[in-house]
């Protein structure tokens, strides 16, 4: 089973800040990646597949990056409705796995 | 108004058995490969099952394997999930995801499915 592993847990930050969340895959799972944010209460909504390319409607200060093993997420600005949950999931082989999540919370 | 609706989840007793269903509004569910995820109280996501467009591809996790099955019937336009030996660490929210590229592209609101004597 490939593990995801996302960091950090929590993120504290401010709006109008630049967030970098990170997940690693513990073995290469080539571009094979997914990011998803979930609200409270709500259905996880797909922002990012194959590594980079966002998802319909999804705005562009989301963007996603890397392959192998190291991928990131990155929102250039963060605004009030971004604060949630974010997980990502490799899908390398139809034997999927989540990573935990990375809660961005309001500093 | 595109989207899936699941159904089926209830209070069952550990050891018990309780069938899913999913059903699409506004799309044709036989076009997609089609996943069960599932989230249990204030966790985190985790795959279920996963059922190719012609069932040819039938994949489930090793924390489900041999007591749930995953069923679709195109000409009904319906997902299942068959859910056996049920146990307490099954209790979650259970959704229906159409596959996009290779992800999760449309998720249904859930069902919530509670193993609890």
């Known amino acids: 089973e490939i593990v995801l592993t996302q960091s950090p847990a929590t993120l504290s930050v401010s709006p109008g800040e630049r967030v970098t969340l990170s997940c690693r895959a513990s073995q290469s799972i080539s571009s094979n990646l997914a990011w998803y944010q979930q609200k409270p209460g709500q259905t996880p909504r797909l922002l990012i597949h194959d590594a980079s390319t966002r998802a319909t409607g999804i705005p562009a200060r989301f963007s996603g990056s890397g392959s192998g093993t190291e991928f990131t997420l990155t929102i250039s600005s963060l605004e009030s409705e971004d604060f949630a949950v974010y997980y990502c999931?490799?899908?390398?082989?139809?034997?999927?796995?989540f990573g935990q999540g990375t809660k961005v919370e309001i500093k | 108004q595109v989207q899936l609706v699941e159904s089926g989840g209830a209070l069952v007793k550990p050891g018990g058995s309780l069938r899913l269903s999913c059903a699409g509004s506004?799309?044709?569910?036989?076009?997609?490969?089609m996943s069960w995820i599932r989230q249990a109280p204030g966790k985190g996501l985790e795959w279920t099952a996963y059922?190719?467009?012609?069932?040819?591809?039938?994949q489930y996790a090793d924390s489900v394997k041999g007591r749930f099955t995953i069923s679709r019937d195109n000409a009904e336009r319906s997902l299942y999930l068959q859910m056996n030996s049920l146990r307490v660490e099954d209790t979650a929210v259970y959704y229906c995801?159409?596959?996009?590229?290779?992800?999760?592209?449309?998720w249904g609101k859930g069902t919530l499915v509670t193993v609890s004597s």
């Open positions: 999931q490799q899908y390398h082989n139809w034997l999927w796995t």
């Open positions: 059922i190719s467009i012609t069932s040819d591809s039938i």
């Open positions: 506004g799309l044709i569910l036989s076009d997609y490969h």
């Open positions: 995801v159409r596959e996009y590229y290779g992800s999760g592209g449309q």
